[in-house]
Protein backbone atom coordinates (compact mmCIF):
# COMPACT_ATOMS: atom_id res chain seq x y z
CA UNK A 1 0.00 0.00 0.00
CA UNK A 2 2.55 2.26 1.10
CA UNK A 3 4.35 1.97 -2.50
CA UNK A 4 1.38 2.38 -4.28
CA UNK A 5 0.72 5.67 -2.44
CA UNK A 6 4.55 6.60 -3.57
CA UNK A 7 4.78 5.69 -7.16
CA UNK A 8 1.62 7.77 -7.66
CA UNK A 9 2.55 11.05 -5.26
CA UNK A 10 5.79 10.68 -8.05
CA UNK A 11 3.94 10.49 -11.59
CA UNK A 12 2.19 13.82 -9.90
CA UNK A 13 6.08 15.61 -9.17
CA UNK A 14 7.10 14.21 -12.97
CA UNK A 15 3.96 15.34 -14.42
CA UNK A 16 4.53 18.88 -12.60
CA UNK A 17 7.56 19.50 -13.86
CA UNK A 18 7.03 18.60 -17.41
CA UNK A 19 4.22 20.85 -17.51
CA UNK A 20 6.45 23.59 -16.54
CA UNK A 21 9.04 23.00 -19.27
CA UNK A 22 6.24 22.88 -21.60
CA UNK A 23 5.60 27.03 -20.24
CA UNK A 24 9.09 27.36 -21.16
CA UNK A 25 7.94 30.06 -18.09
CA UNK A 26 8.85 28.67 -14.58
CA UNK A 27 11.97 26.88 -14.81
CA UNK A 28 13.85 29.23 -16.73
CA UNK A 29 13.20 31.87 -13.99
CA UNK A 30 14.22 29.49 -11.24
CA UNK A 31 17.49 29.08 -13.33
CA UNK A 32 18.00 33.22 -13.29
CA UNK A 33 17.16 33.38 -9.59
CA UNK A 34 19.53 30.98 -8.51
CA UNK A 35 22.64 32.37 -6.63
CA UNK A 36 24.83 29.56 -7.45
CA UNK A 37 24.68 29.82 -11.05
CA UNK A 38 25.23 33.96 -10.76
CA UNK A 39 28.88 32.98 -9.25
CA UNK A 40 29.42 30.25 -11.79
CA UNK A 41 29.19 32.70 -14.44
CA UNK A 42 31.67 35.51 -12.49
CA UNK A 43 34.60 33.50 -11.84
CA UNK A 44 36.68 36.95 -10.64
CA UNK A 45 34.95 39.73 -8.46
CA UNK A 46 34.51 43.09 -9.74
CA UNK A 47 37.42 45.73 -8.85
CA UNK A 48 36.63 48.17 -5.98
CA UNK A 49 37.72 51.29 -6.12
CA UNK A 50 37.55 54.02 -3.50
CA UNK A 51 35.85 57.11 -3.53
CA UNK A 52 39.23 59.21 -3.11
CA UNK A 53 40.29 57.66 -6.04
CA UNK A 54 37.27 58.22 -7.98
CA UNK A 55 36.81 61.63 -7.40
CA UNK A 56 37.37 63.98 -10.33
CA UNK A 57 37.29 67.31 -10.27
CA UNK A 58 37.24 70.32 -13.04
CA UNK A 59 39.16 73.61 -12.96
CA UNK A 60 40.99 75.67 -15.75
CA UNK A 61 44.78 76.14 -16.33
CA UNK A 62 46.16 79.09 -14.69
CA UNK A 63 49.51 80.85 -14.57
CA UNK A 64 50.48 83.19 -10.99
CA UNK A 65 51.18 86.23 -13.71
CA UNK A 66 48.09 88.01 -16.00
CA UNK A 67 47.62 91.22 -16.01
CA UNK A 68 45.84 94.00 -17.94
CA UNK A 69 48.70 96.78 -18.57
CA UNK A 70 47.08 100.07 -18.46
CA UNK A 71 47.57 103.96 -19.58
CA UNK A 72 49.66 105.54 -16.43
CA UNK A 73 48.88 108.72 -18.00
CA UNK A 74 46.49 111.04 -20.89
CA UNK A 75 47.99 111.08 -23.85
CA UNK A 76 47.69 110.26 -27.73
CA UNK A 77 49.44 107.05 -28.66
CA UNK A 78 52.07 107.58 -31.32
CA UNK A 79 53.97 104.18 -31.35
CA UNK A 80 52.76 100.52 -31.41
CA UNK A 81 55.87 97.81 -30.57
CA UNK A 82 53.84 94.36 -29.68
CA UNK A 83 51.00 93.15 -31.25
CA UNK A 84 48.96 89.58 -30.08
CA UNK A 85 51.34 86.63 -29.98
CA UNK A 86 54.30 88.70 -29.22
CA UNK A 87 56.95 87.16 -26.78
CA UNK A 88 57.85 89.50 -24.60
CA UNK A 89 60.67 90.38 -21.79
CA UNK A 90 60.56 91.85 -18.64
CA UNK A 91 60.77 95.93 -19.23
CA UNK A 92 60.20 95.70 -22.84
CA UNK A 93 58.70 98.74 -24.32
CA UNK A 94 55.00 97.59 -26.06
CA UNK A 95 53.60 100.92 -27.39
CA UNK A 96 54.44 104.71 -26.69
CA UNK A 97 52.27 107.83 -26.11
CA UNK A 98 53.09 111.32 -27.98
CA UNK A 99 55.83 113.02 -25.90
CA UNK A 100 56.82 115.75 -27.84
CA UNK A 101 55.04 118.05 -25.00
CA UNK A 102 56.63 116.70 -22.04
CA UNK A 103 59.94 116.16 -23.66
CA UNK A 104 60.39 119.72 -24.03
CA UNK A 105 59.31 120.65 -20.26
CA UNK A 106 61.86 118.25 -19.43
CA UNK A 107 64.43 119.98 -21.32
CA UNK A 108 63.74 123.27 -19.96
CA UNK A 109 63.56 121.97 -16.34
CA UNK A 110 67.02 120.31 -17.08
CA UNK A 111 68.15 124.33 -18.30
CA UNK A 112 66.88 125.79 -15.52
CA UNK A 113 68.21 123.00 -12.74
CA UNK A 114 71.91 123.72 -14.63
CA UNK A 115 71.71 127.71 -14.43
CA UNK A 116 71.15 127.52 -10.41
CA UNK A 117 74.04 125.34 -10.38
CA UNK A 118 75.92 127.98 -11.97
CA UNK A 119 74.55 130.69 -9.53
CA UNK A 120 74.84 128.01 -6.65
CA UNK A 121 78.66 127.90 -7.66
CA UNK A 122 78.86 132.01 -8.00
CA UNK A 123 77.70 132.14 -4.58
CA UNK A 124 80.02 130.10 -2.93
CA UNK A 125 82.80 131.29 -4.53
CA UNK A 126 81.90 134.61 -3.61
CA UNK A 127 81.72 133.25 0.28
CA UNK A 128 85.08 132.42 0.58
CA UNK A 129 86.07 135.83 -0.64
CA UNK A 130 83.97 137.53 1.83
CA UNK A 131 84.82 135.02 4.41
CA UNK A 132 88.49 136.23 3.41
CA UNK A 133 87.55 139.74 3.98
CA UNK A 134 86.01 139.51 7.16
CA UNK A 135 89.08 137.68 8.53
CA UNK A 136 91.36 140.28 7.59
CA UNK A 137 89.23 142.84 9.25
CA UNK A 138 89.48 140.84 12.51
CA UNK A 139 93.24 141.57 11.90
CA UNK A 140 93.18 144.84 11.85
CA UNK A 141 90.96 145.32 14.03
CA UNK A 142 92.98 143.70 16.49
CA UNK A 143 95.68 145.32 15.24
CA UNK A 144 93.48 148.56 15.81
CA UNK A 145 93.67 149.94 12.00
CA UNK A 146 90.00 150.01 11.73
CA UNK A 147 87.14 150.90 13.22
CA UNK A 148 84.54 148.72 14.73
CA UNK A 149 82.27 149.59 12.60
CA UNK A 150 84.06 148.86 9.38
CA UNK A 151 84.90 144.84 11.05
CA UNK A 152 81.29 144.70 11.86
CA UNK A 153 80.37 145.44 8.02
CA UNK A 154 82.34 142.35 6.91
CA UNK A 155 81.30 140.48 9.37
CA UNK A 156 77.69 141.12 8.19
CA UNK A 157 78.36 140.92 4.70
CA UNK A 158 79.97 137.70 5.12
CA UNK A 159 76.85 136.04 7.03
CA UNK A 160 73.91 137.45 4.45
CA UNK A 161 76.26 135.32 1.89
CA UNK A 162 75.75 132.04 2.91
CA UNK A 163 72.07 132.41 3.84
CA UNK A 164 72.01 133.82 0.39
CA UNK A 165 73.90 130.27 -0.39
CA UNK A 166 71.16 128.46 1.52
CA UNK A 167 68.88 130.23 -0.26
CA UNK A 168 70.50 128.73 -3.72
CA UNK A 169 70.84 125.46 -2.28
CA UNK A 170 66.72 124.77 -1.87
CA UNK A 171 66.36 126.42 -5.11
CA UNK A 172 68.42 123.81 -6.87
CA UNK A 173 67.11 120.84 -4.81
CA UNK A 174 63.31 122.06 -5.97
CA UNK A 175 64.31 122.39 -9.77
CA UNK A 176 66.30 119.04 -9.42
CA UNK A 177 62.73 117.47 -8.27
CA UNK A 178 60.67 119.11 -10.77
CA UNK A 179 62.97 117.48 -13.12
CA UNK A 180 62.78 113.99 -11.52
CA UNK A 181 59.14 114.44 -11.98
CA UNK A 182 59.08 115.51 -15.75
CA UNK A 183 61.67 112.16 -16.30
CA UNK A 184 58.74 110.18 -14.56
CA UNK A 185 56.38 111.65 -16.83
CA UNK A 186 58.64 110.77 -19.78
CA UNK A 187 58.90 107.73 -18.67
CA UNK A 188 54.78 106.72 -18.12
CA UNK A 189 54.50 107.60 -22.12
CA UNK A 190 56.40 104.34 -22.28
CA UNK A 191 54.14 101.13 -21.91
CA UNK A 192 56.37 98.43 -20.82
CA UNK A 193 56.07 94.65 -19.94
CA UNK A 194 55.70 94.10 -16.53
CA UNK A 195 56.59 90.78 -16.63
CA UNK A 196 58.37 88.19 -19.20
CA UNK A 197 55.21 86.73 -20.98
CA UNK A 198 53.18 86.90 -24.00
CA UNK A 199 51.04 89.39 -25.26
CA UNK A 200 47.41 87.87 -25.11
CA UNK A 201 45.35 91.30 -26.25
CA UNK A 202 45.55 94.10 -27.65
CA UNK A 203 43.42 96.96 -27.06
CA UNK A 204 44.27 100.37 -28.63
CA UNK A 205 45.50 101.79 -32.18
CA UNK A 206 47.61 104.25 -33.52
CA UNK A 207 46.60 107.92 -33.05
CA UNK A 208 44.11 106.73 -29.74
CA UNK A 209 43.41 109.16 -27.34
CA UNK A 210 43.63 107.23 -24.06
CA UNK A 211 43.07 108.18 -20.61
CA UNK A 212 44.74 106.98 -17.68
CA UNK A 213 44.00 103.66 -16.14
CA UNK A 214 42.61 102.74 -19.89
CA UNK A 215 43.71 98.92 -20.71
CA UNK A 216 45.87 98.90 -23.68
CA UNK A 217 47.58 94.89 -23.27
CA UNK A 218 46.93 91.99 -22.28
CA UNK A 219 49.76 89.99 -21.03
CA UNK A 220 50.21 86.46 -19.47
CA UNK A 221 52.89 84.66 -18.49
CA UNK A 222 53.49 81.21 -20.07
CA UNK A 223 54.57 79.43 -17.58
CA UNK A 224 54.09 77.43 -15.04
CA UNK A 225 51.53 76.54 -15.74
CA UNK A 226 48.67 75.08 -13.20
CA UNK A 227 45.56 73.81 -12.45
CA UNK A 228 43.35 75.19 -9.26
CA UNK A 229 40.16 73.21 -8.69
CA UNK A 230 38.08 72.22 -5.27
CA UNK A 231 38.08 69.26 -3.58
CA UNK A 232 35.37 68.48 -0.94
CA UNK A 233 35.71 68.64 2.63
CA UNK A 234 35.76 64.90 3.50
CA UNK A 235 39.00 64.62 1.21
CA UNK A 236 41.34 67.40 3.33
CA UNK A 237 43.06 64.79 4.87
CA UNK A 238 43.91 62.59 2.12
CA UNK A 239 45.44 65.41 -0.20
CA UNK A 240 48.80 66.95 1.09
CA UNK A 241 51.14 69.37 -0.48
CA UNK A 242 53.71 67.11 -3.05
CA UNK A 243 50.78 64.79 -4.10
CA UNK A 244 50.15 64.22 -7.85
CA UNK A 245 46.98 64.50 -9.79
CA UNK A 246 46.05 63.96 -13.03
CA UNK A 247 45.16 66.97 -15.63
CA UNK A 248 43.11 65.90 -18.70
CA UNK A 249 41.97 67.74 -21.16
CA UNK A 250 39.58 66.95 -23.83
CA UNK A 251 42.50 65.71 -26.51
CA UNK A 252 44.31 64.21 -24.55
CA UNK A 253 41.81 62.27 -22.29
CA UNK A 254 44.54 58.13 -22.80
CA UNK A 255 47.75 60.46 -21.71
CA UNK A 256 47.11 62.74 -18.59
CA UNK A 257 49.81 65.17 -18.35
CA UNK A 258 51.06 65.15 -14.02
CA UNK A 259 50.46 67.85 -11.55
CA UNK A 260 51.92 68.19 -7.90
CA UNK A 261 49.90 70.05 -5.31
CA UNK A 262 51.86 73.15 -4.46
CA UNK A 263 48.64 74.70 -2.24
CA UNK A 264 45.79 74.06 0.05
CA UNK A 265 43.41 76.58 1.01
CA UNK A 266 43.77 77.06 5.01
CA UNK A 267 40.11 77.14 5.42
CA UNK A 268 37.06 75.47 3.99
CA UNK A 269 34.30 77.49 2.21
CA UNK A 270 31.40 76.88 4.59
CA UNK A 271 28.83 77.55 1.77
CA UNK A 272 30.27 74.70 -0.37
CA UNK A 273 31.86 72.16 2.08
CA UNK A 274 34.82 72.32 -0.11
CA UNK A 275 38.57 73.39 0.05
CA UNK A 276 40.68 74.96 -2.88
CA UNK A 277 43.58 73.36 -4.30
CA UNK A 278 46.77 74.28 -6.51
CA UNK A 279 48.32 72.14 -8.74
CA UNK A 280 51.89 72.96 -10.72
CA UNK A 281 52.28 71.27 -14.06
CA UNK A 282 55.70 69.05 -14.46
CA UNK A 283 56.61 67.53 -16.95
CA UNK A 284 56.32 67.99 -20.68
CA UNK A 285 53.26 70.28 -21.29
CA UNK A 286 52.90 70.07 -25.28
CA UNK A 287 50.40 72.01 -25.96
CA UNK A 288 48.57 73.44 -23.03
CA UNK A 289 47.41 77.03 -23.50
CA UNK A 290 46.45 79.27 -20.15
CA UNK A 291 42.36 79.14 -19.90
CA UNK A 292 41.87 75.91 -20.86
CA UNK A 293 39.10 73.70 -19.32
CA UNK A 294 40.51 70.14 -17.58
CA UNK A 295 39.41 67.65 -15.22
CA UNK A 296 42.00 66.58 -12.40
CA UNK A 297 41.62 63.23 -11.21
CA UNK A 298 43.29 62.03 -7.39
CA UNK A 299 45.55 59.02 -8.46
CA UNK A 300 48.10 57.37 -5.59
CA UNK A 301 49.92 59.22 -3.43
CA UNK A 302 53.73 58.78 -3.27
Known amino acids: MAKLLAQILLTAVLGCALSACNDGKTLAIAVAASPASSAQESSTPPKVVSK ?7 GPIIVEHQVDVAAQRDGVLSQIHADVGTLVKEGQI ?12 LEAARAKTRSTEADLH ?3 SEAKVLQSDY ?16 LEHAQFKAESDKWEIKRVQELLVNNQRMERSLELEVEKTQIRAPFSGIVARRYIRVGQQVSKGDRMF ?35 AGTPFQARVIEISPVV ?9 LAQLVGPT ?17
Open 218 to 252: WVTASAPLRVKFTLPERLLGKVRTGHFVEVITPDN
Open 286 to 302: RDLRPGMATHIRLVSTP
Open 94 to 105: LARLDDLQITAD
Open 52 to 58: EEAFVAS
Open 135 to 150: ERARKMWDAELITKEQ
Open 269 to 277: DPASGTIEV
Open 122 to 124: NWE
